[in-house]
Structures are given as C-alpha cells and as structure tokens.
C-alpha cells in the first residue's frame, strides 16, 4: 500500500495541497519581513517559485490567503464525529480543546499579527469569527448537545477567544494560553456566578 492510499489522498491531491501550502506559507513570510500593504500578488508568486496564473487558481487575492488556513481543527467542526455532548459542561469543554488547538497552530500567531496591524483585515476576520461560531454551534448539535447548551458554548468559546486576542496584545504567541485562561476563568466563576 502506497502512502497515497494510505491517506486516502492522491498524487494529485497531494501536490495541490503542496502548492497551496508553498504560495500560503511565501504570502506569510513576505507579509512578515515587509507588511501586507507592501507585498504584491507578483511577490508571493515569485517567491513561491509558481506563475501569477497559480497563485489567482488557488487564491481570489492576497488577502485570501491570510484567511484561506483552513486548519484541521475548523476541518474537524464538519464532522459530527466523536462522543456525545449531552449538555453545557460537555460541549464547553469540546469547545475549549478547539479553540486552544486553533490558537496554538502555528501559522495562527501570524494572522493574529497581521489582522492586528492591518485594519482593512478586521472587517473580515469578524466574519470568519462569526461563521466560526456558527461552525462551532453545528458541530455541538451534530454531537447531541440541546440547542440552548449549543449556542450559549459557542459563544462563550467566541468570547474566550476574543478575550485572548485582547489579553494577548502584541504577543499573538500568547494567545493558546490567554484562551486557555480564559475558560478556566469561566469555569472558576461556575453557575451561580454567571446568573
């Protein structure tokens, strides 16, 4: 069995998947070393050692590549897969394992300091935010979680995370552990609290 088989993914997923991944991972590194304003489509291009036709065949425009990262951890709020989650303190605790895993994946950090640096970007990143709830909302009920439970975990966990966005500041390395803190605090505050 070949690894193609193996994974299920074939050669030519695979080299797609790599080309993605090498215009993505060029975008971020120029975006890094000049600013995003400062980098053009052609730069990306070039550095990524792929023609300008390539890189507008896997991304709209620049700035779709700060937001393309679908990670395996936004893959995974697809799937209804895994142990039921029959009610709040079940679902936030999913909750918090994916938005913790979310914001400890490396290239993360780097959008967090883009978006933080560059306002034309946070109009958008408050729409991946939102649909990411939405997301997160689908997944609990696809697990069992009654609908009152779904929506009120999904958007603690949105608040957890834009907690940690803020507390993190300039340290977007930070924001793995601000999350985490934050849902400790949520759940140190427990029901008589947050009534």
């Not at 780097?110 to 939405?134: F, I, N, Q, S, T």
């Not at 966990?157 to 985490?180: H, N």
Request: contains cysteine; negative net charge; hydrophobic residues 45%.
């Amino acid at each position: 069995m070949n690894a193609d088989t193996a994974t299920g993914e074939s050669l030519r997923d695979r080299k797609r998947r790599q080309t993605r991944e090498r215009i993505a991972e060029a975008a971020f590194t120029l975006f890094d070393e000049r600013g995003f304003g400062e980098v053009t489509v052609d730069d990306i291009a070039a550095l990524a050692e792929v023609g300008r036709t390539t890189f507008f065949r896997y991304f709209g425009d620049k700035e779709e590549v700060v937001f393309a990262q679908e990670s395996d951890t936004l893959r995974e709020l697809e799937s209804g897969d895994g142990p039921a989650l029959p009610d709040l303190a079940a679902a936030l605790a999913e909750s918090r394992r994916l938005v913790v895993a979310l914001c400890a994946e490396a290239r993360h950090a780097a959008y967090a300091r883009l978006v933080d640096k560059h306002p034309e970007l946070a109009d958008r990143h408050a729409r991946k935010l939102r649909r990411y709830g939405d997301r997160l909302e689908q997944h609990l009920l696809a697990r069992g979680t009654p609908r009152s439970a779904a929506v009120l975990a999904s958007q603690i966990a949105l608040a957890c995370y834009r907690t940690a966005w803020r507390l993190a500041g300039d340290d977007a390395d930070a924001l793995a552990r601000e999350a985490d803190a934050a849902f400790d605090a949520v759940a140190e505050a427990g029901p008589a609290e947050l009534s």
